[in-house]
């Protein structure tokens, strides 16, 4: 397991090293969409993203999605101004048509709204976002941290998506210990820099 400082340092020697964070996003995008080809032949796909890095990981997940044929929709449920620089970099690669308002005709949600940079408190669209997630009857994959949770104490922060399935995005974060039985690893190469 891994604390948010210790990923943070992880990430801050790749970039030392010539990794961009646009990288590791990609590899990040990559490994989660093909944990979801795998796992969820023929199924639609509904990524639910915010405006940090973890939206980003869902908006590149779902351009890759989309180029193997996967019936894939967005809800970004932000504001286009607020994406962080990477992020709007993969929001721009995605067709407009793909952008929905819900997760209403989804069998597989995936929460990509926050990840481990993120204190946030649920409140307005996000928390709105979270109820809708949690109503739905889908099966519910949170990426790297169920929105809500805090990645360091395991704490709720206000209310929380309650995944089925969490990938965690390089190891399981201290804080997530209770979610272990339901979490998968997905390789983003930092493993040359521990």
């Not at 990923?7 to 646009?22: F, N, Q, T």
């Not at 929001?91 to 929905?100: D, G, M, V, Y």
């Not at 926050?114 to 949170?142: D, R």
Request: hydrophobic share 45%; aromatic share 6%.
């Amino acid at each position: 397991m891994i604390s948010v400082a210790e990923m943070i340092e992880l990430e801050k020697r790749a970039e030392a090293r010539g990794v961009s964070k646009l990288q590791l996003m990609e590899c990040a995008g990559k490994g989660i969409a093909d944990v979801l080809a795998e796992k969820f032949p023929g199924q639609r796909i509904v990524f639910v993203c915010w405006h940090g890095n973890n939206g980003g990981d869902g908006f590149t997940a779902a351009r890759y999605l989309l180029d193997e044929g996967v019936s894939v929709r967005v809800w970004f449920a932000g504001v286009e101004e607020k994406l962080a620089s990477e992020a709007k970099a993969n929001f721009s690669r995605l067709p407009k048509n793909i952008f929905t308002n819900g997760v209403h005709e989804a069998e597989v949600v995936v929460d990509c709204l926050l990840g481990t940079g993120s204190k946030k408190a649920l409140e307005g669209p996000l928390a709105e976002a979270v109820k809708e997630i949690n109503s739905s009857c889908a099966f519910v994959v949170s990426v790297d941290v169920p929105t809500g949770v805090d990645p360091d104490s395991g704490k709720s922060r206000g209310g929380f998506v309650d995944c089925d399935l969490l990938l965690s995005v390089h190891d399981l974060k201290k804080g997530l210990a209770k979610f272990a039985a339901k979490s998968e690893v997905v390789d983003i190469g930092l493993k040359a820099f521990v």
